[in-house]
Every structure is written in C-alpha cells, then in structure tokens.
C-alpha cells in the first residue's frame, strides 16, 4: 500500500488481519521457543531473542512506514542507540548532533570513549562545522533533528551528501518527528532510530526502541547484534506499539496544532524570555524544517528567568504530568537541566542554551485553552524577586 498517504498506511499495513482468523489486531505470540518439525529445515522461528511473529509485525510495519527495508524493535530506545553504535570499532569517530538527547550523550561520552571510539559534539545546523568536524576515521553523522530540548533544525539531504562524499553513515533520531511527518531514509540517511516509548506508542505504557534501514549492510549487521545483544522488544509491548501507531497520525495532527495555539501565545508572556518551536517563520530553521518535514510537531521548549521561576512555575501549573518522557496522549512538561539532560554537565548543557531556566513541553490531546489558562495562572504564581535563606532578594526580575 505504499501509493496510499501514510494516514492510511499507518491503519492498513501488510498485518492488517491475521490471515488465519481473520482477527483485525496482531497475535500477541508470548512463546519463548517455537517447535521444530526437521531440525535439517527448521522453521522461521526457533527462539523469541531472535525471532517472534509478533515483533516481525511491528519490525516489518515501522520498516515501511520510514520507507526502509528492515526494522528492528529493541528494549527501549537507548537499546537502539546503543545496538546502533555497536556497528563502529575501535578507532572510529563519530560527528554527533551537539544538543543531543542525555542519554546518548552519557553513551557517546561515558562508554564509547572507554572501547576507543571518539566523538567531535558540532552544531549541525552549520555545514560548514560539520564538514570541519569530519576526520578520516569519521564512520557515523549521528543527527537529531529537531533537536532535544531546544529544537535546532538540521538540513538531513545536506548532512546525508557530506557523509557520502566522506564515505560515511548517517543516522537520524526521529524521535520527536516519528515517519508521520518526517521520513529520514527519503531524505538520504542510512539509519532511523525511534524512542518509540514516546509519539509512536504515544500512552505512557510501554518502553521501547525502533530502528529502521534501507541498507543491506547495515541490516544484516543490526540484526547479528540484535540477537547477540538480546535487548529485543518483547510480544505484548510490540502489540502495545502496534496498537499506538494506528493513532499516531490522529493524535500527532491533534497535539501540533494545540502546540502552535499555545507556542504562539506563550511568546507573548513578558515573563517567558524565549520560546524555541520549529513551526515559527522566525525560527532559525524555520524553512529547513518545511521542506524535510510535513508539520512542526507537538513539542516545544520555553525558558523563564532562572531555577526559582521553574520552581515556582511548575508548582502551580495543574494539567500537565511534570515528569520525563514526552509524546503522550497527556501534556508532559519537563525540565531537561535535571531530567532529560542530568547527565550532561552544567557547563556542557548551558553552552548548548539548556539553561537552568528551560522547560520543554510535549503537548497533549487536552483542550489548548485550558492548558494555556492553567500556565496562565502558574505564571502568575512567579515572585518578582527569588529569596535567599536571610530573606534578601536574590534574583530581580528583568
């Protein structure tokens, strides 16, 4: 069904009905181990690590939604980072997204550095930089696009022509995007990754990671690690993502538009210093976006004056669940500087413009004018002034 737009795709893939029963939801197939027949021609699965019908469904299902040829779905989507990295050796470089999400950060700077495996951090919106950034042990551009937390675009085609001109793989977290509205592999990348914990399962139930690709080489190689590794999604969460992603399409165009209402209005609060949202005309990347992509998303990042104000503010904001993760059926609203991007050192985080000061919301399917109403009233609850210990005032508000 490839000629048909992916609002459809996403409800009437090749798993449709089970062709046995005839059943409109895929088989949750729990078994560990399956029965040989012929232990010359054994069947096409023997044991759930490196195999199941239900995971095959949705490794299948998420392959052609991103217009790849095989998919991967793993433990969580740090396992398909992870995994994904395990395709580099010893000596090997990598030029990664410099605002990159904390937990790859803590992978790329934490771990691969300890197996000899280094990294150069560079702003990817500058071509220039990049192309400085490559070396010849150069093996993977590792993009994400929009950025986590303060949404920088990165031009995916240009980045893709710079690794092919360098003999090098490109790899895109399209997390926040999901194929619904931005499809990497088109595009020229060599390998997609998903937190599909986030937008694509979409209810705050499940934990798990995808990956997709277009290349033999890769695929037969993720596949080896998949199994050696063994951090594979298991039946009933596969099922649990299959069964998100006949929603995506409906609840992804739902929360972009609530997330433009409430980006838009936000701006506008003299107590909010700066809203980072791709769907502006006066965002940096702005037009990059409109051509990669088929819609800004439901993620935005704002920044108040400092740590008290956040105090304050997510004290008294009522609607949305303050916690990590994000692309729930319910607004998350998060602080990067000590959830998303603990991991990343102060320094290293407020070079990057994560500020003690910045919350990132991913909107949900709630009424857009009650939330606005409800940051309203929180920001109303923000002091002019934070207090030290002795009463004086510490921070004035400008």
């Given at each position: 069904?490839?000629?048909?737009?992916?609002?459809?795709?996403?409800?009437?893939?090749?798993?449709?009905?089970?062709?046995?029963t005839?059943?409109?939801?895929?088989?949750?197939?729990?078994?560990?181990?399956?029965?040989?027949?012929?232990?010359?021609?054994?069947?096409?699965?023997?044991?759930?690590?490196?195999?199941?019908?239900?995971?095959?469904?949705?490794?299948?299902?998420?392959?052609?939604?991103?217009?790849?040829?095989?998919?991967?779905?793993?433990?969580?989507?740090?396992?398909?980072?992870?995994?994904?990295?395990?395709?580099?050796?010893?000596?090997?470089?990598?030029?990664?997204?410099?605002?990159?999400?904390?937990?790859?950060?803590?992978?790329?700077?934490?771990?691969?550095?300890?197996?000899?495996?280094d990294?150069?951090?560079?702003?990817?919106?500058?071509?220039?930089?990049v192309?400085?950034?490559?070396?010849?042990?150069?093996?993977?551009?590792?993009?994400?696009?929009?950025?986590?937390?303060?949404?920088?675009?990165?031009?995916?085609?240009?980045?893709?022509k710079?690794?092919?001109?360098?003999?090098?793989?490109?790899?895109?977290?399209?997390?926040?995007?999901?194929?619904?509205?931005q499809?990497?592999?088109?595009?020229?990348?060599?390998?997609?990754?998903h937190?599909?914990?986030?937008?694509?399962?979409?209810?705050?139930?499940?934990?798990?990671?995808?990956?997709?690709?277009?290349?033999?080489?890769?695929?037969?190689?993720?596949?080896?690690?998949?199994?050696?590794?063994?951090?594979?999604?298991?039946?009933?969460?596969?099922?649990?993502?299959?069964?998100?992603?006949?929603?995506?399409?409906?609840?992804?165009?739902?929360?972009s538009?609530?997330?433009?209402?409430?980006?838009?209005?936000?701006?506008?609060?003299?107590?909010?210093?700066?809203v980072?949202?791709p769907?502006?005309?006066?965002?940096?990347?702005?037009?990059?976006?409109?051509?990669?992509?088929?819609?800004?998303?439901?993620?935005?990042?704002?920044?108040?004056?400092?740590?008290?104000?956040?105090?304050?503010?997510?004290?008294?904001?009522?609607?949305?669940?303050f916690?990590?993760?994000?692309?729930?059926?319910?607004?998350?609203?998060?602080?990067?500087?000590?959830?998303?991007?603990?991991?990343?050192?102060?320094a290293?985080?407020?070079?990057?413009?994560?500020?003690?000061?910045?919350?990132?919301?991913?909107?949900?399917?709630?009424?857009?004018e009650?939330?606005?109403?409800?940051?309203?009233?929180?920001?109303?609850?923000?002091?002019?002034?934070?207090?030290?210990?002795?009463?004086?005032?510490?921070?004035?508000?400008?």
């Amino acid at each position: 069904m490839t000629d048909h737009s992916i609002q459809t795709r996403l409800l009437h893939s090749d798993y449709k009905f089970d062709p046995q029963t005839g059943a409109v939801s895929v088989p949750i197939n729990q078994a560990s181990t399956f029965h040989q027949q012929d232990f010359d021609q054994p069947g096409d699965y023997d044991y759930s690590r490196s195999g199941n019908p239900t995971r095959k469904a949705l490794e299948d299902t998420i392959a052609g939604l991103e217009s790849g040829t095989h998919g991967f779905a793993f433990a969580s989507g740090m396992a398909a980072i992870s995994t994904s990295f395990m395709l580099l050796s010893q000596g090997d470089h990598i030029v990664i997204t410099e605002d990159v999400y904390g937990g790859t950060f803590r992978m790329v700077t934490n771990v691969l550095d300890r197996f000899g495996i280094d990294h150069t951090f560079v702003d990817m919106t500058d071509l220039d930089a990049v192309a400085r950034a490559i070396q010849p042990n150069t093996k993977v551009l590792y993009i994400e696009t929009p950025s986590n937390p303060t949404l920088k675009i990165t031009d995916i085609q240009a980045v893709t022509k710079l690794a092919k001109a360098n003999e090098c793989w490109t790899f895109v977290d399209n997390t926040f995007m999901t194929p619904a509205l931005q499809r990497p592999l088109e595009l020229g990348a060599d390998l997609v990754l998903h937190s599909a914990t986030k937008f694509i399962a979409g209810h705050s139930d499940v934990v798990a990671g995808l990956a997709v690709t277009g290349c033999p080489e890769i695929a037969e190689r993720l596949g080896f690690l998949q199994n050696s590794f063994g951090s594979i999604l298991g039946a009933h969460d596969c099922w649990l993502v299959l069964r998100g992603l006949k929603t995506l399409h409906t609840r992804l165009t739902q929360s972009s538009r609530s997330a433009e209402l409430i980006a838009e209005q936000l701006q506008k609060h003299p107590l909010i210093e700066e809203v980072y949202y791709p769907g502006f005309s006066c965002h940096p990347g702005s037009s990059t976006h409109s051509y990669q992509a088929d819609g800004a998303g439901a993620v935005l990042s704002f920044r108040l004056r400092d740590e008290d104000a956040v105090r304050q503010f997510t004290k008294a904001v009522q609607i949305p669940v303050f916690a990590v993760s994000l692309g729930a059926v319910e607004s998350i609203l998060s602080y990067p500087a000590r959830m998303s991007h603990a991991a990343m050192p102060k320094a290293e985080r407020e070079k990057r413009g994560i500020t003690d000061g910045l919350l990132r919301l991913s909107v949900g399917l709630e009424n857009p004018e009650e939330l606005l109403a409800d940051f309203y009233q929180a920001l109303k609850q923000i002091q002019p002034y934070a207090f030290t210990t002795n009463g004086r005032p510490s921070h004035e508000l400008t």
